[in-house]
């Protein structure tokens, strides 16, 4: 007797979940809206690593064992130049801005992980190891981004590939329950539209639009309500408007950046003049003394077809120079807008070495530790004529944070790709 009473109790006995909030309608609403905004973080997340080039070389590759997941990866382009200030963008202020939808969502459908008995048939089975495994998966991949975007890495391993495979397995059980539930919350959608047209028998306590089938979500003894599900989609749509307000801003400059409260590369610019734009390492951050970047210490170091050849910084600006206007943007989704960057053309210090049409290069910081102090672009990204080794920004010279004595700039490509410091440029040697 102790024993059945403890289990009318437990989260197993239906008359335990009794807010009158839940119910098939509320979670059909969240979950229109979570199919199309996750369909879209998938996207622009796969869209993300493919900008990283990880089939060019090891050092880009931060999933070496990705294998098939791997299928979809192209040469990144470098038109149009904001491309992955715009993908980024979206993917990190969407994940932010969808957080209170997938909370309600995962709260509306919490009852169905304490349904007894644990499967009924193959098809049931199915749904519910997805659904557990779209919970867990949804939790791990919204926690670990945000932690990425306020750069506290707390979680063991690198972000990359925990990112990455966690994606796969999210939304790999997101598609197979999708691909289960969407026909029933279609069908929800248009009873609910039905009965806003007076088509159809009202509908009854647990019944699903008047059609006298049950609404399993519902509470089969609810309490008094304390607010409608009109009043709980209203504080679910509040609460998502509120954080893309304090989200979006880090995507843009000027007043709007001081909006995004909850980014860490949002509020105001770091100083002001010609260097006055967002940077995400200092010098000082990643190691760089004055007397390895002195005029007379540094040299940048050109390798190719024909040998090496050594520039001091005067001989990078006896060599031709040209101008451009591009953007940073970065995987924890903030960017600038276009900075005038003046310096020598990749594809000239290619030439430098051998290389009429130029190939892919690898570059070298004079940073010591850390990711992405090497990394390699593809020859598309050599070619293109807006592809600086930048020595200058805005008209002055690059400032320490901004990659002094000179830095990559190229269009399209992922902030760590624009690597600061340069110190060496191996062109034709990739691996």
């Not at 979206?90 to 939808?101: A, R």
């Not at 924890?332 to 900075?339: A, L, R, V």
């Not at 200058?392 to 790709?417: K, M, S």
Request: proline content about 8%; some cysteine.
């Amino acid at each position: 007797m102790a024993r059945t009473s403890l289990l009318t109790r437990s989260p197993f006995a239906p008359s335990f979940w009794r807010s009158p909030v839940r119910g098939t309608r509320f979670t059909a609403l969240l979950g229109v809206v979570l199919l199309g905004g996750i369909t879209l973080l998938f996207v622009t997340g796969l869209l993300s690593y493919a900008a990283y080039n990880p089939n060019l070389a090891a050092v880009n590759d931060k999933t070496p064992d990705k294998g098939i997941l791997g299928f979809y990866l192209f040469d990144w382009p470098t038109d149009p130049p904001w491309l992955y200030r715009l993908t980024q963008g979206i993917h990190v202020t969407l994940g932010v801005t969808l957080i209170p939808v997938l909370l309600a969502k995962l709260w509306s459908v919490v009852p169905k992980l304490f349904t007894l008995p644990p499967a009924r048939s193959l098809a049931h089975a199915l749904e519910r190891l997805s659904l557990l495994l779209l919970v867990g998966g949804a939790l791990f991949e919204f926690t670990t981004g945000v932690l990425n975007i306020q750069l506290d890495y707390v979680f063991p391993g690198s972000f990359y590939p925990l990112h990455f495979y966690g994606a796969w397995v999210f939304f790999a059980a997101f598609l197979t329950h999708a691909i289960l539930r969407t026909p029933t919350a279609l069908r929800n959608l248009r009873r609910m539209r039905d009965s806003a047209d007076g088509v159809g028998k009202p509908a009854e306590p647990g019944e699903v639009g008047g059609t006298g089938e049950p609404d399993e979500l519902a509470a089969s003894a609810p309490a008094d309500p304390t607010v409608s599900r009109r009043g709980a989609l209203g504080l679910v749509g509040g609460a998502s408007l509120l954080l893309f307000a304090t989200s979006a801003g880090r995507s843009f400059d000027g007043p709007l950046r001081r909006t995004a409260l909850l980014a860490p590369h949002g509020g105001a610019e770091p100083g002001g003049g010609p260097g006055g734009f967002q940077i995400n390492k200092t010098a000082a951050y990643a190691g760089i003394s004055t007397a390895e970047t002195d005029a007379e210490a540094w040299r940048l170091v050109v390798t190719g077809r024909t040998g090496t050849v050594r520039l001091t910084r005067a001989a990078l600006r006896d060599m031709p120079l040209h101008s451009s206007a591009l953007p940073i943007a970065c995987v924890e989704g903030w960017s600038t807008s276009d900075q005038w960057w003046r310096g020598v053309r990749l594809r000239d210090l290619a030439a430098l070495v051998g290389y009429e049409d130029p190939p892919d290069v690898f570059v070298e910081s004079l940073q010591r530790h850390g990711s992405f102090r090497h990394a390699a672009l593809r020859a598309n990204q050599v070619a293109d004529p807006r592809s600086l080794l930048a020595l200058d920004v805005n008209g002055e010279e690059l400032t320490p944070d901004h990659g002094y004595p000179a830095r990559v700039i190229v269009p399209a490509a992922p902030g760590v790709l624009n690597t600061k410091w340069v110190a060496r440029l191996t062109f034709g040697g990739v691996k």
